[in-house]
């Protein structure tokens, strides 16, 4: 009941409720909502419910949904997506902190071995020494 709490999952679903318009859900289970009755989209409240119970991570938010949360277009991606561009990849959250995250050569977790200096770095020095 606290791990519920603490998020202000109340508070969010009373203004859902009272004032709240479900807009869309993205793939990665993420909802979205915006106020309802607004007169002028560029003033209207948007916001979005994270999916899972653990720690809220913005980075999940696709780029679509991301540019109608900042006003940055008038339909959400579920009336209106956005053109796909071909050299556009999937969007992936941020895996820092995760088994997924990565890792230059020579890191730690991967063995800290790192290519031997070729010799050709010259360090800066200040005039003088």
Same mark, same amino acid.
């Given at each position: 009941?606290?791990?519920?709490?603490?998020?202000?999952?109340?508070?969010?679903?009373?203004?859902?409720?009272?004032?709240?318009?479900?807009?869309?859900?993205?793939?990665?289970?993420?909802?979205?909502?915006?106020?309802?009755? /607004?007169?002028?989209?560029?003033?209207?409240?948007?916001?979005?419910?994270?999916?899972?119970?653990?720690?809220?991570?913005?980075?999940?938010?696709?780029?679509?949904?991301? /540019?109608?949360?900042?006003?940055?277009?008038?339909k959400p991606?579920?009336?209106?997506?956005?053109p796909a561009?071909?050299?556009?990849?999937?969007?992936?959250?941020? /895996?820092?902190?995760?088994?997924?995250?990565?890792?230059?050569?020579?890191?730690?977790?991967?063995?800290?071995?790192?290519?031997?200096?070729?010799?050709?770095?010259?360090?800066?020095?200040?005039?003088?020494?």
């Amino acid at each position: 009941m606290l791990a519920w709490l603490s998020w202000n999952r109340l508070g969010t679903q009373i203004l859902i409720r009272r004032k709240g318009e479900f807009v869309g859900e993205d793939e990665f289970g993420n909802r979205y909502y915006r106020e309802r009755g /607004a007169r002028d989209w560029r003033r209207q409240r948007r916001w979005v419910v994270y999916a899972g119970s653990g720690e809220i991570e913005p980075s999940s938010v696709p780029p679509g949904w991301n /540019a109608w949360l900042h006003h940055t277009v008038e339909k959400p991606p579920s009336e209106q997506p956005l053109p796909a561009r071909y050299w556009e990849k999937p969007h992936k959250p941020n /895996a820092s902190g995760t088994a997924e995250a990565w890792l230059p050569p020579g890191h730690q977790l991967r063995g800290g071995r790192r290519p031997p200096a070729t010799g050709d770095y010259e360090p800066w020095r200040p005039d003088g020494e």
